[in-house]
């Protein structure tokens, strides 16, 4: 990772462990921003998992947990590329049927979903830790809302970590 940005490292704590995203600014820069800045604040630190389904992604970044919160920042205008796919371990800012109102959700894919790309803003990958992230506890139904769900311990840039 020696030649990776720390400015464009998040690292995330769950209770088992800690994840690192590497954010994508290249493609997504309002997003990789937004994420940046809401960790730094200490935005995302006991924020659950409140949608998780088996095979597709686990969904955080809202501190309501009912899938409708966010920031009190204004919602970000869509970064579609082509320049990336949504892989396994990708990294996608969540939103209504609005395009433009991604704000602090966003999801982290068990599998690649092809059906996603182009439609969603990619935001980053995790560069390791991915088991940690295989391991959240699922929701149940279509819907995937989680009963009792795991939580982001702490979230914070890896720039301010030193």
Known sequence: MADIDKNDLLNMDLAKGRVVIQLRPDIAPLASERLRSLSAEGFYDNTPFHRVIEGFMAQGGDPTGTGTGGSKLPDLKAEFTKAAKFERGTV???????????????????????????????????????????????????????????????????????
């Open 92 to 162: 996608g800012m969540a939103r209504t049927m609005n395009p433009d109102s991604a704000n602090s959700q966003f999801f982290i894919m068990f599998e690649p979903a092809p059906h996603l790309d182009g439609q969603y803003t990619i935001v980053g990958q995790v560069i390791e830790g991915m088991e940690l992230i295989d391991g959240i506890k699922r929701g149940s139904g279509m819907s995937g809302m989680v009963t009792d769900p795991d939580r982001i311990v702490k979230m914070r840039p890896a720039s301010v970590e030193d």
